[in-house]
């Protein structure tokens, strides 16, 4: 797929600047920058794919720089067939298989960037059958999105879904474009600003993923982007290793990826600033699998990477433009903190799913007592078939025309190549809704391609 690539001007340090890089790197255009002392603007020439005149755009405005990029941006359609929320692998997968196989009139709303989780990653994907070993996670959200905008899936990029009611009685609005009758009401807010819309679908997919968990102390806020990362998104890293020691918090196989990366390459050009230090509140090894263990402990021995086992962040520090260092000391014992200089701080432990928006339709989502009582395993995951087998399919809620997939579901593996796979199967539950549920009738508007279809294909009494 060709791309869009990108001319940045203004003053690397400037947080308008780092802000435009990062989005473009999600958005995965190619940039360069170009140093001007202009301390108070960014300017971003676009060029599209195969050449042309750029397009300028003054300032750090991410809905105009991503409703360039994108092929198939929203069109604002009455209603859709199916309003996909989140565009991990999860989500993508449902969309390419609910446009190629049903014809459903398809729409992605994505808070931050396609791809996901994945999209944020710097680690090379080496568990995926079909696919090389290698190959970065960044590029497959790529290749993803290449494949979600030949088929003619909408995006709405950089919105956030914040809640769905039911249409009361959904025959009578009247809205046209879909084949199904617009059953939910989807607000979604704009990430970076205020401005809403309001979205109607016959089906609804929530494949929200996990939201990073935070630290939680002070500073960490203040520096969100400006040297305190929760992904490893290649832009960062390799800013950060200009400057100096990395710090990353986490003892799992994510954290420990990385750190092993970043000191291999330290590794091969002993002349690379920096070290990678991680931050552990207990013992490292028990949450990792044996062969990160042992890469981690031979780089230990290497001098590549500092284990501060025991040990937690207690305070982002920084001058006002970035973070400068942090503050930490025995698990606990924020009285006992000592400062260290970092270039930035990669928080990887992992997520929790979060739900809270989708109060009110009647979604089963896993409560604090649940995990006490081990009921289920994660608070804030959606409850679906997979867990519960009085729900039905792997994807069903229980929801009428609710469906979940991906990380966001309890019981949900946590693996690309997973989410892929709920993602193709949240797309067949929906067909089985609609042909089985006995609903279909009185859901699909007649005349239409899609009643058509279920006409024919329908099993008969
Ligand atoms: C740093 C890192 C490294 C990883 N490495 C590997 C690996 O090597 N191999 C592997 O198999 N797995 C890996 N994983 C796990 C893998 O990425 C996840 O299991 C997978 O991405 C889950 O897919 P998903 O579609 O369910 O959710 P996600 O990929 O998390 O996507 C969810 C999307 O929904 C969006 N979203 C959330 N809420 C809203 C809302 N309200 N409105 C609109 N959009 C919303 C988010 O912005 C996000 O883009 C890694 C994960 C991380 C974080």
């Known amino acids: 797929m060709q791309n869009w690539t990108a001319t940045v001007h203004g003053e690397h340090a400037e947080q308008e ?138 995006w709405l990029p950089g919105y956030r879904a914040t809640g769905i009611t039911r249409t009361e009685d959904p025959r009578k609005t009247g809205t046209k474009d879909s084949s199904l009758y617009p059953v939910h009401r989807i607000t979604a807010r704009k990430t970076h600003g205020e401005e809403s819309v309001t979205l109607h679908a016959g089906m609804v997919l929530i ?52 750190a092993i990366l970043l000191a291999e390459e330290k590794a091969k050009d002993p002349a690379r600033k920096g070290e990678v230090v991680m931050f552990i509140r207990g013992k490292f090894g028990k949450d990792t699998v044996p062969a990160n263990v042992d890469r981690v402990r031979e780089c230990v021995d290497r001098h590549l990477i500092t284990l501060h086992e025991g040990s937690e962040v207690f305070r982002c520090t920084g001058n006002d433009k970035k973070l400068t260092g942090v503050e930490f000391g025995p698990t606990g014992h924020p009285e006992r903190g000592r400062p260290l200089d970092l270039s930035a701080l990669f928080v990887l432990t992992g997520g929790v799913a979060d739900t809270q928006w ?67 199967a949240a797309s067949l539950d929906m067909n089985a809704y609609l042909v089985n549920g006995g609903t279909w009738r009185e859901a699909i508007k007649e005349d239409t391609p899609l009643h058509r279809y279920y006409e024919a294909t329908a099993p008969r009494a």
């Open 17 to 154: 600047v780092l802000r435009v890089e990062r989005l473009l790197e999600l958005n995965h255009v190619e940039y360069t920058h170009v140093e001007e002392e202009n301390p108070d603007t960014v300017r971003v020439e676009l060029t599209p794919p195969g050449g042309g005149d750029p397009i300028v755009v003054n300032g750090f405005r991410p809905g105009e720089l991503t409703a360039h990029l994108k092929l198939n941006t929203y069109t604002a359609q009455d209603s859709y067939d199916l309003v996909v929320i989140g565009s991990g692998p999860a989500g993508m997968s449902a969309a390419l298989n609910a446009k190629t196989l049903f014809g459903w009139s398809t729409l992605i709303v994505e808070d931050n960037a396609p791809g996901g989780s994945a999209g944020t990653a710097l680690n090379p994907i080496n568990n995926y059958l079909g696919i090389p070993a290698g190959t970065r996670a960044l590029d497959l959200a790529h290749t993803w999105m290449g494949q979600i905008n030949a088929a003619g899936v909408e």
């Open 207 to 258: 494949t929200a993923g996990l939201k990073p968990n935070r630290l939680g102390c002070a500073g960490e806020e203040q520096y969100l982007g400006r040297g305190v990362y929760y992904g490893t998104l290649p832009t960062d890293i390799a800013r950060a290793r200009k400057e100096g020691v990395i710090g990353i918090v986490g003892a799992g196989d994510t954290a420990s990826v990385a």
């Open 358 to 424: 989708l109060d009110g339709i009647g979604l089963q989502i896993v409560t604090d007592e649940d995990v006490r009582q081990r009921r289920y395993r994660k608070a804030g995951a959606v409850i679906t078939g997979g867990t519960d087998n009085r729900l039905g399919s792997l994807t069903s809620t229980g929801v009428d025309a609710v469906f979940a997939a991906g990380d966001v579901r309890e019981g949900a593996v946590r693996r690309i190549s997973a989410a892929v796979g709920e993602g193709s």
